[in-house]
């Protein structure tokens, strides 16, 4: 590890998460984004209303916190940001889709 290179302390968003299976790559639904989301930083991705997204995990909501779901974008339109995967507000989507059920908690690192 380069002793000089240095980084940015960013609090945890929760402490667990929901997966579909022990490593969260299993897809567990599609959602659509009811509007734009422009992502703080680089723990979440950027969505237009639209989109259709994919959800591979689910963030147990602690607190005082917003609940987050972390997926990537679908779609051959939106080529650039496919793989990506990160976090988006559960609010701000609407399940099209469930393709199986959330049942594994994860601690999240």
């Not at 984004?33 to 147990?60: H, M, T």
């Not at 990506?84 to 099209?96: A, H, I, M």
Request: aromatic fraction near 12%; proline fraction near 4%.
């Amino acid at each position: 590890m380069n002793p000089f290179a240095t980084g940015i302390f960013m609090d945890k968003l929760a402490s667990k998460k929901l997966c579909a299976d022990d490593d969260c790559v299993y897809t567990i639904s599609l959602v659509r984004a009811e509007e734009d989301y422009n992502a703080p930083d680089c723990r979440f991705i950027n969505i237009k209303k639209g989109q259709l997204i994919y959800v591979y995990s689910k963030l147990v909501k602690e607190k005082e916190s917003g609940e987050f779901w972390a997926g990537s974008v679908y779609g051959e339109e939106y080529e650039d940001h496919m793989g990506t995967v990160g976090y988006f507000p559960r609010s701000l989507v609407s399940e099209q889709h469930v393709y199986q059920e959330a049942n594994k908690t994860i601690p999240t690192t």
